[in-house]
């Protein structure tokens, strides 16, 4: 056996074990694309040079708390950013 069909027999196996588990629980489900909405909002304020960091990120977005010696600017970005995508 090649390494290449190791490799293949090795993601046929995860594959079978990951569809053993479809559908996903639905609370399981928002809290992931709960999660990715935070990441992606960091992720993209960043790139335009926000400097909040994640943490400060989620809990501008999970409860309205302002960190302090932030701008407004950075603020505003982040909790407008979910609402845009």
């Known amino acids: ?18 569809q053993g588990a479809l559908p996903l629980p639905p609370e399981f489900v928002r809290s992931l694309e709960h999660k990715l909405r935070i990441e992606l909002t960091h992720a993209s304020n960043s790139i335009e040079g926000n400097t909040l960091t994640l943490r400060e990120t989620q809990l501008l977005i999970d409860e309205p708390i302002t960190p302090g010696g932030q701008s407004l600017r950075e603020v505003h970005e982040t909790t407008t950013h979910p609402e845009t995508v």
């Not at 069909?5 to 995860?14: E, G, I, V, Y």
């Open 1 to 18: 056996m090649t390494e290449l069909d190791s490799l293949l027999a090795m993601l046929t196996a995860k594959q079978q074990c990951w």
